[in-house]
């Protein structure tokens, strides 16, 4: 009888490494087509459309991009704390929060028709998505807390704060009851980069950010303490690293990163606070960051690529009259198959059978 | 006791009676050493599948058998990946939850609005007439009936069995239960499993007798509010019921404040039992450090003979 | 074997290991007969472990062949081999903490069906633990247990499970010396009803005390098997090394200074709450070396924590320099110039994945030197890593390496390196040489001696009394969380240190 083991690989294999997400990614694509296929749909239609969509085209390629600036952004908010070995899932609330926040500045303040109000918004969409993360943070750090469960449970709250607002005291009155908020007055709308396209300013910020993140866990004394605590945290406190600061800090940095998410996505592309702001960034988030190997710089591409798939299912919403929930389908899939190659590259697959000649 | 009081309490026993399936199943898996946070995506696969199942074949007890497996079946993605893959197990139950509700999401478009004959309250005889204990605990859904039975079972087997032994060695101290001939892989694969029964058992209670209907997205949480109850409940089936009932009771407090046309708006009602969930969770966490009690002590940890 | 002589209990044949990386076992041929204690010695990493693990069933080996009383047998799990007698007691206790004693015991008996009884298995369990003179309580916690009870427990499990040959792995590591004797005495009467014992270890002086016969390991290969009664404590160290040990470091006197570290009766708890020390006062002087001897589980733990600002005492006080040091935090204490050797090299004392480079400067990175403001110059720390390596012999493919790829030897080098280069005038070394090999041990000594004789004021927790006895100036006895006994070195004796270890104080 052959019986399947798994053993540790002395070093992990570098091309297996390398091999093991594009395996995952054909796997999982294969995966979908099955489940696909299974309710009644031509896979292969899908699939074609799936790609052409995000790059058959310069709209096609622009919505991409436009669809990567929040996902850079969220999947930054989830890398840095799982850096130190925090897990924050909760980067849709605090996108949510940021949102509320710039709707705050740039509806209700006399700052929404100033000159500054993109700045202030953006800076209010970032201290909002903060404070969001650090009530969990806190709770984690003096109370040891799992922040995996606080900060997820707080989505569910902002998402209702939302509600609250928009069908409540934010509620446009030249809105005919729809549970919206007053459009953005015109000073408070973030200037597209590209005329025609709805690419935006966030676009800057992002990349500005991934350098940023990138610089401070290699080039700093900050980083360094990141590292050693995502490394081994008994070391750090042996080494008389303060974990307490540590934690509330990143994970402030990281709600502000998902805040301002928030904050350009209201601004830029919905223009006034309402549902469906975020199609679950803050959940694909955790695939991008995993994806991306926790590295800042690798985020963008994952980033890319994850966007496009958010385009696709866009386009088959439309084409074919999937709900956007099969991007998520997909997305669950390409994590499973992306885990389990992981294994294969650090561990060997071996069979044992009975073979002559050994007596084992 | 005011009628109003009773009510209120027999509604909490309702809307516990999903969290408390899927806080039971939770702790059999982390019990035996395996975090499983993909509770949410197990949950609504199984209320769909039970849903759907139930619109097909009129029989909702059908229903529950095929929520069972559609929960289990997905559990055995994550027991896959984490037992004999050893994959990060936070990464893999989140990869679950996304997996599950997207599944279901796009499964389940042809069914939203559609009835389905559902469980009816069932009066049980002669102890639906108790004083105040009758109609709260004996005038309910089959289910709830069956999560009576379920309480005692966990326990027993937890404490007064062999299996109950090799799953707390299996999660304590695996090296310790290999050694002592403990086959740990097929332990852990049994009780991620169970949690993924019972996980789908407790989201089809939503589809099928708590509501009759199929919502995307209708456990609006409650997977994820499973695994603070198990800390709450400190890994006990027991503490569970305590927990569950106390959140149903939170639950239906709310939903209650919304009908007797309360001016609280009703989304910060909504926001409640998230809340509550949050503050149970700091003094839970509080308890078990003083009290030294602690998960598991292998929970989340890969285990392997050479490791 | 003489014809016509039954076959001996176990027969291991040809057998061979690999892991990545590492040939645990090569063609070993070793055997044991009923009734036998064989001593199966050797280094750290001969292979000792590996080959009785592959006994018991835990591994399986490349090649090779085992029989067991004439028959082969091939065993695909711990369980299997307990099915056909054999029993093994590692070093870290096979016993699930949270579980009781008569719950561990059921755990290890397969078959006794679903339901489990435990009044009945408690009873049976106290009784055969009177017969073989080992008092134990079978509804306490395991981790409520000491550790020469838990081996105790151990030991009891095996035998319940009916085993005939019983395999333990450097089971004296953690006893005294009037427990060890304990643990001999009920191996012989063991033996004497017909069991077959093995006893993996490394400590000479044991084997010959109870061994019938010895075989030795190097590097995974077998060196030799001899008759206990052939053999000398040289002759089979000559085997184990390979060449003759040093068994002696030249030793400067050195005039000691003024106290770098006052402890004033300490009080604190252990992580379970329970009492660690027990009002504890101790001065370690600048230029001496104070050795903390004791069995694990004593308070050591507790009382370097202190130390090192990893723990806040209940009651007393710490004074680091002069300065009242009471429950600062660990930057604090590093500030105050105190070295830490800790006891868990990878899990505590680097951060495996970064590079030897990044661990280098794991304290240090804070200082000017190494960058500006917030920024780190990571060419400073790569030269200072160069310097470092050259200075200490530390073996990497480079600085980038990361830690975990290294040696246990060189990785504490690589631990020496950084806390003694930044001249600490308190260094607090935590069984500093445990699982190193001899050359590396005589690196670790030969540091200290230098740093004592530099002025560093040394305190050395260990559980070897002859690395205690080789490096210290005074010796202090730690028991039940107070010390027993305060001795210059060259007045005290193994056998009053063993004493004491055990809680009788000197006479």
Not at chain 2, 4 to 32: D, K, M, W
Not at chain 3, 138 to 145: C, G, I, M, S
Not at chain 3, 315 to 341: C, K, L, M, N, Y
Request: some cysteine; aromatic content about 6%; hydrophobic content about 50%.
């Amino acid at each position: 009888m052959i019986r399947l083991r798994v053993e540790r690989r002395a070093l992990p294999s570098p091309w297996a490494s390398a091999a093991a997400p594009v395996l995952a990614l054909a796997a999982a694509l294969l995966a979908g087509a099955v489940m696909l296929a299974i309710a009644g749909l031509n896979p292969l239609t899908a699939y074609v459309d799936l790609v052409s969509d995000p790059f058959g085209s310069v709209f096609g390629w622009t919505e991409t991009i436009v669809k990567t600036i929040p996902l850079i952004l969220t999947g930054l908010a989830v890398l840095l704390p799982a850096r130190m070995r925090l897990w924050n899932i909760g980067a849709e609330g605090q996108l949510q929060c940021g949102a509320i926040a710039a709707t705050w500045v740039a509806v209700w303040t006399p700052l929404g028709h100033s000159p500054v109000a993109i700045p202030a918004l953006l800076l209010a969409g970032m201290a909002a998505g903060a404070l969001w993360c650090l009530i969990p943070a806190i709770l984690r750090a003096y109370l040891s807390v799992n922040e995996t469960i606080t900060t997820l449970l707080m989505n569910y709250i902002a998402l209702l704060l939302v509600d609250y607002l928009i069908y409540g005291p934010w509620q446009d009155p030249a809105g005919r009851g729809f549970p919206l908020s007053a459009p953005f007055p015109p000073a408070a709308k973030l200037p597209l980069l590209i005329p025609g396209t709805r690419v935006h300013l966030g676009l800057v910020l992002a990349l500005a950010a991934v350098a940023a993140t990138a610089f401070v866990l290699n080039r700093t004394r900050w980083g360094l303490e990141i590292r050693i605590i995502g490394d081994n945290p008994r070391a750090a406190r042996y080494a008389g690293i303060s974990l307490v600061r540590n934690i509330v800090l990143v994970m402030g940095v990281a709600g502000a990163l998902a805040g301002l998410a928030g904050a350009s996505e209201v601004s830029a592309i919905a223009g006034r606070l309402e549902r469906g702001i975020s199609p679950g960034y803050g959940y694909t988030a955790i695939l991008v960051a995993w994806l991306a190997r926790l590295s800042p710089l690798a985020i963008v591409l994952v980033a890319l690529l994850l966007g496009a798939l958010f385009v696709g299912g866009d386009g088959l919403q439309i084409s074919l009259g999937l709900p956007i929930a099969v991007v998520y389908m997909l997305q669950g899939l390409i994590f499973f198959f992306v885990l389990a190659s992981e294994t294969l590259a650090t561990y060997r697959l071996t069979a044992r059978g009975r073979s002559p000649g050994r007596s084992w | 006791m005011s009628v109003f009081t009773i009510a209120v309490l027999a509604a909490a026993v309702r809307a516990g009676t999903p969290v408390l399936f899927a806080t039971l199943g939770e702790i059999f898996a982390e019990r035996a050493g395996i975090l499983n946070l993909g509770v949410e995506g197990m949950m609504l696969v199984g209320a769909l599948a039970g849903f759907v199942t139930t619109v097909r074949t009129g029989n909702p007890w059908l229903g529950v058998l095929a929520a069972g497996a559609a929960g289990g079946a997905l559990s055995l993605i994550h027991a896959l990946l984490c037992v004999t893959l050893r994959a990060n197990q936070v990464a893999s139950g989140l990869a679950l939850t996304i997996f599950g509700t997207g599944l279901s999401a796009s499964l389940g478009r042809g069914y939203i609005g559609v009835p389905a004959a559902g469980f009816h309250p069932t009066p049980l005889p002669g102890l639906a007439r108790l004083p105040v204990l009758g109609p709260v605990l004996f005038h309910q859904d089959p289910l709830v009936y069956l999560s009576y039975l379920l309480v005692p079972a966990a326990w027993f087997v937890l404490y007064r069995t062999r299996w109950g032994l090799e799953i707390r060695a299996v999660g304590e101290q695996p090296e310790a239960a290999d050694a002592m001939g403990v086959d740990v892989a097929r332990v852990r694969y049994a009780c991620v499993a169970t949690g993924g029964v019972l996980a789908g058992i407790g989201g089809t209670f939503l589809s099928i007798a708590y509501t009759s209907m199929w919502i995307e997205n209708m456990t609006a949480g409650r997977g994820w509010i499973a695994v603070a109850l198990v800390i709450f409940a400190t890994w006990d089936p027991l503490r569970a019921v305590v927990g569950a009932y106390l959140f149903g009771g939170v639950n239906a407090l709310q939903l209650n404040l919304q009908a007797a046309g309360t001016r609280l708006p009703i989304y910060l009602l909504l926001m409640t039992p998230y809340v509550f969930t949050i503050i149970v969770l700091v003094f839970a966490t509080r308890e078990t450090a003083r009290k030294r009690l602690g998960a598991p002590a292998a929970l989340s940890v890969p285990y392997s003979r050479t490791g | 074997m003489t014809p016509g002589s039954p076959p001996p209990r176990v027969e291991m044949r040809g057998i061979t290991k690999r892991f990545p990386g590492v040939l645990a076992n090569d063609a070993v041929d070793f055997d044991v007969a009923a009734g036998e204690i064989h001593a199966l010695l050797g280094e750290n990493g001969a292979g000792k472990s590996t080959l009785m693990k592959i006994l018991y069933g835990f591994y399986e080996p490349d090649a090779g062949e085992i029989r067991l009383g004439g028959v082969p047998r091939r065993f695909r799990s711990p369980r299997d081999a307990l099915r056909h007698g054999i029993g093994m007691v590692f070093q870290q206790f096979m016993l699930v903490p949270s579980l009781s004693v008569a719950q561990n015991v059921l755990l290890s008996l397969p078959g006794t069906g679903w339901r489990i009884d435990e009044r009945t298995a408690a009873a049976q369990l106290a009784a055969q633990a009177v017969r073989y003179g080992m008092a134990i309580d079978p509804a306490a916690r395991v981790w409520q247990l000491s550790v020469g009870e838990q081996q105790r427990v151990e030991i009891l499990k095996l035998l319940a499970g009916g085993a005939e040959v019983l395999i333990l792995d450097e089971p004296t590591a953690v006893l005294t010396p009037q427990e060890t004797r304990d643990l001999f005495a009920t191996l012989r009467r063991l033996a004497a009803e017909g069991r077959a014992v093995v006893l993996i270890t490394h400590k000479l002086a044991e084997v010959t005390a109870v061994a019938d016969r010895i075989t030795v390991l190097r590097h995974g290969r077998r060196v030799g098997t001899v008759p206990a009664a052939d053999a000398t404590a040289r002759s089979l160290a000559r085997m184990m090394v390979g060449r003759e040990t040093f068994d002696h470091l030249h030793r400067d006197p050195v005039t000691p200074g003024s106290a770098a570290v006052e402890l004033a009766d300490l009080w604190a708890a252990n992580d379970r709450g329970l009492p660690a020390l027990r009002g504890v006062s101790l001065t370690v002087r600048s230029g001496e070396i104070v050795g903390l001897a004791g069995v694990a589980g004593n308070g050591q733990r507790e009382l370097g924590e202190i130390v090192a600002g990893l723990r806040r005492p209940s009651r007393g006080r710490v004074w680091i320099g002069g300065r009242d040091r009471t429950g600062a935090s660990p930057f604090e204490v590093i500030q105050s110039g105190v070295g830490h050797i800790p006891e868990d090299r990878l899990g505590v004392g680097v951060a495996p994945r970064l590079s030897v480079a990044d661990n280098l400067v794991l304290k240090r990175y804070r200082e000017p030197r190494f960058g500006r403001g917030p920024l780190l110059d990571g060419a400073a720390v790569a030269a200072h890593a160069r310097q470092l390596i050259a200075e200490f012999e530390i073996q990497t493919p480079s600085p980038g390496t990361p830690a975990r790829a290294l040696s246990g030897g060189n990785l504490q080098r690589l631990i020496l390196a950084r806390e003694i280069s930044a001249r600490p005038r308190v260094i607090l070394a935590f069984h500093p040489t445990r699982g190193l090999d001899i050359s590396a041990t005589e690196a670790v000594h030969r540091l200290l001696l230098a740093e004592r004789r530099a002025g560093a004021a040394v305190l050395l927790i260990s559980e070897d009394l002859d690395e205690i006895l080789l490096l210290s100036d005074r010796i202090a006895v730690i028991f039940g969380g107070a010390l027993i006994g305060v001795t210059e070195a060259r007045e005290a004796s193994v056998e009053a240190l063993g004493l004491m270890m055990g809680g009788q104080p000197a006479p």
